[in-house]
């Protein structure tokens, strides 16, 4: 079992960046695929970013192509969403997400096993 705690969300202006933390307990973090997800208000929860368990394969969101990139350090049991480019859009409550094991990296909800609280990201106009 893992267990996972986001940080660095917060309000930043439209063309603005934050980086987000997810820390994951244990001692086998390696063998989790992890994922990104956001829900804003009154909205389904939506795929995002998703990294497979060595790093090597990275899966986006079109929505967020070219303006977000996942990373992951194992040594240190964290994963990273850097958001750049913020739009209004992008305003919602952003989660990370663990899969263990498997062959393909996990990019629906139902398919990742851990969550985390969540972290709140605003983007004004």
């Known amino acids: 079992q893992v267990q996972l705690v986001e940080s660095g969300g917060g309000l930043v202006q439209t063309g603005g960046s934050l980086r987000l933390s997810c820390a994951a307990s244990?001692?086998?973090?390696?063998?989790?695929?992890m994922g990104w997800f956001r829900q804003a208000p009154g909205k389904e929860r939506e795929f995002v970013a998703a990294?497979?368990?060595?790093?090597?394969?990275?899966y986006y969101a079109n929505s967020v192509k070219g303006r977000f990139t996942i990373s992951r350090d194992n040594a240190k049991n964290m994963v990273y969403l850097q958001m750049n480019s913020l739009k209004p859009e992008d305003t919602a409550v952003y989660s990370c997400?663990?899969?263990?094991?498997?062959?393909?990296?996990?990019?629906?909800?139902?398919?990742?096993?851990?969550w985390g609280q969540g972290t709140q990201v605003t983007v004004s106009s």
């Open positions: 990294i497979s368990r060595s790093g090597s394969s990275t």
């Open positions: 997400a663990a899969k263990q094991w498997g062959m393909v990296v996990p990019r629906t909800v139902l398919e990742y096993d851990y």
């Open positions: 244990g001692r086998t973090f390696s063998s989790y695929a």
